[in-house]
């Protein structure tokens, strides 16, 4: 006697019943066969168990040899699936019928038949071929910027730092001093644990916890990421969109916002983008802004050609005390993707 314990998807428990029975059906006393029970469910719906259901799946015989890119008849494709325990046969002159038998629950898609012919056929078999299409291979914008300003700040003597993409709806809202109901974050429907209800809108709240279970360190700590963090947005064709941000934080016996404002005047000399003392949309200079995340008076918006792109400032000892923090700190964080 078999049993399947902890398996709450009905789909996978029948998955996995059929490869049990069929793998053991040969040691039976009448081989290949087995006893079907009978199951009642409370509301008197009744079902027969194991089912070994056998299903048909209808591929294209010139889209699968194209794909692959081999040179064979349909008998050949034919021969080839059935080494890979699929029934197979014309029909008509492009379509070839497979069986996909019970012991067979990977095969869920044509492509999965593509890779079996492919598989049967030997890779190593398949001819090289130039591409049609003449092309350059090239890294993609953003993320070599994001590469060139990880350099940089690592040369500024800052850490990187790389953290989860979910947390807690509290690391983004109520430890920030926000409401969750004002935060653009995307919702986890069915989270695991308290830990990761949604994606994060900020990368703040991953690098203060981070801190906060490295207190041991020596100071100063000078953490920095640039990822992704994840907006509602509604706009978008998934209702949510990416958005590549850098941000850095200072901790130490002072704040030391003189060194984050010196790390945001760094990588904005790097970045080519001028000083513009008389705020125009010319260059980038900072504006005073009020910000529950940071103490007052003590931060500013970094404005880039007429447009707000992030902010820096000294924290506020609310938001240090609920990451459990006792030391001033100092953080930016800023999107990136305008530079490109």
Known sequence: M?????????????????TIVCAFSQYCNMKYTAEIVEVVYPDNQIFYYPELKYRTEEINYNKAISYIGIKQTPD????LLSKMSLKSKMKDKDTLMVEIPPTRHDVIHPCDIYEDIAIAYGYNEIEKTIPHISTVAAEFPLNKLTDQIRVELTQAGFTEALTFSLCSREDIADKLGYKIEDVPAVHIS?????????????????????ISANKRMPLPHKLFEVSDVVLRDDTAEVGARNNRRLCAVYANKSAG???IHGLVD????????????NKDK????LRAADDPMFFPQRCAEIVCYG?????????HPDVLSKFELNIPCSAMEINIEPFL
């Open 2 to 18: 078999i049993g399947i314990h902890n398996v709450t998807n009905q789909s996978k428990a029948k998955i996995v019943l059929d």
């Open 76 to 79: 050949q494709v034919a021969e």
């Open 190 to 210: 069915n989270p695991k644990t308290l830990e990761f209800q949604v994606a994060r809108t900020s990368l703040l709240p991953g690098l203060l916890k981070t």
């Open 257 to 259: 916002f003189e060194i």
């Open 266 to 277: 760094r990588v904005l000399l790097l970045l080519e983008i001028p000083w513009n003392a």
């Open 282 to 285: 010319s260059g980038y200079y």
């Open 307 to 315: 447009e707000a792109i992030g902010k820096l400032g000294v924290l």
